[in-house]
């Protein structure tokens, strides 16, 4: 007779609902794994990504030309003695400055992977005005016209396909490697124009070649500024600090036209040594792969807990409703079968895309819980109820991961909905009747 008890116990609905939530709860543990997973498949893309972007060219930040002037001063001393004497870099920012680009992109690849590269064509023309130093409030400041020099800031120097040259009111000037001082930019090339007259309004010409990877991008240096950037590239996203002020995107391709004046920035026109930093000024295109199923997968493996716990649910009412025993090894299995489809979609998806791997995961995993729900309770109806969540469950899923700003909305009222389901469903039940 206790033996008899203890196995009537440990048949009850009761302890089997307590049996079935501790093993979703436990289920919850591979979920974790998967994501873990995801994780380092986005990590290895990036590392590949990174590894072509360093082979070909970084993205590319093109800032300039900048005229330099040195100057020195003496400090005042103690009774009137001459002080140390000090030395800088005045810097001047050109009056005008128009750059036209030109991308020509194609694409990389390294096994699964795909990375957009371009080769750009950078035309930079304008005008300096002549140097205002008193503008400077530098007292007692000897300026050095004769060792002024021009820097551009060129973001990944391995990137220079040409030989540039610098034409100076008519007069070409070589160029030089490397930055003269890093005031404003880390990296770059130098002219120095010697006996360059300063004393008139400068008129500049250069053109660079640059290889680079994913975006270009131009800072707005002049006091007017204007930018225009085109490619035959058909997915572009404006990036910076400025949108443009018109752009024409086609399966053809872009354009883009960038107006900006002195006044659209948190600087002058000149300054001396490194009191502002010129990077707030910049503004591009970067070239996107639409590759995001990796964050898809992601977000749907965030689901998992909802997917257990409803087929869990919809199985143990089957089995109260139809007297219909389960295993709980079954409900592991059917669990089992649920956490497949993440990974699935994830392996799949880097061969084809996230859409289309999403429906032959989910038509997989959905046919395989099917045939597997037949086997057990034997009868179509309830068969169909369980083929029936399912395919709502995926379709709920999908239409929330192709959601951007209602994907929470759309997702509360989803989840209010099974809600009030299963609450119907469970009013149907004699959660008694079985122990009584």
């Known amino acids: 007779m206790e033996t008899k008890g203890i196995q009537q116990f440990m048949n009850s609905y009761s302890v089997k609902m307590i049996i079935v939530t501790g093993l979703a709860i436990v289920l919850l543990i591979p979920s974790f794994l998967i994501q873990e997973i995801i994780q380092e498949r986005i990590k290895l893309s990036e590392k590949v990504k990174n590894e072509l972007y360093a082979q070909w060219g970084g993205k590319q930040v093109v800032a300039g030309p900048v005229l330099n002037i040195p100057y020195s001063y003496q400090e005042p001393g103690e009774n009137n003695q001459a002080g140390e004497t000090r030395y800088g870099i005045a810097h001047f920012l050109p009056e005008t400055l128009k750059t036209d680009g030109v991308l020509l992109p194609e694409t990389r690849k390294r096994g699964i992977y795909k990375v957009a590269v371009y080769e750009g064509k950078v035309a930079l023309k304008g005008t ?29 120097m391995r990137g220079i396909k040409n030989l540039p040259e610098l034409m100076l009111n008519g007069e070409k000037y070589r160029v030089e490697p490397g930055v003269a001082d890093t005031d404003l930019f880390q990296s770059g090339i130098t002219i120095k124009t010697g006996a360059a007259n300063l004393d008139q309004v400068l008129n500049f010409d250069m053109e660079l070649v640059l290889n680079g990877s994913e975006e270009l991008s131009i800072e707005a240096l002049g006091k007017t500024s204007t930018i225009a950037l085109k490619s035959n590239w058909a997915q572009p996203a404006f990036t910076g600090s400025f949108l443009p002020s018109n752009r024409e995107v086609s399966a053809s391709g872009f354009t883009a036209d960038w107006q900006v004046t002195h006044l659209n920035r948190n600087f002058p026109q000149q300054w001396l040594n490194n009191k502002f930093k010129t990077s707030d000024a910049g503004m591009g295109v970067e070239l996107l792969i639409p590759v995001d199923h990796y964050q898809k997968s992601m977000r749907s493996a965030k689901y998992a807990i909802l997917f257990i716990a409803l087929n869990f649910i919809i199985f143990l009412f089957i089995e109260i409703k139809s007297k219909v025993r389960i295993h709980p090894f079954q409900y592991a299995l059917v669990a089992f079968a649920l956490l497949i489809f993440y990974a699935l979609l994830t392996s799949i998806g880097e061969q084809i895309g996230f859409n289309l791997a999403y ?71 004699k959660w008694y009747a079985d122990e009584s």
């Open 128 to 156: 300096f005005a002549r140097p205002d130093f008193s503008l400077l409030d530098l007292k007692n400041a000897q300026f050095s016209p004769e060792a002024a020099y021009f820097t551009i800031g060129i973001s990944d």
């Open 359 to 429: 429906f032959i995961s989910a038509f997989a995993v959905t046919a395989l819980i099917t045939w597997y729900a037949r086997s057990i309770l034997k009868e179509v109806r309830p068969v169909a109820w369980v083929t029936l969540l399912q395919t709502g469950l995926y379709l709920f899923l999908f239409t929330i991961l192709q959601l951007q700003d209602y994907a929470l909305l759309a997702g509360s009222i989803g989840l209010f909905v099974i809600l009030i389901i299963i609450m119907k469903a469970s009013q149907q039940i």
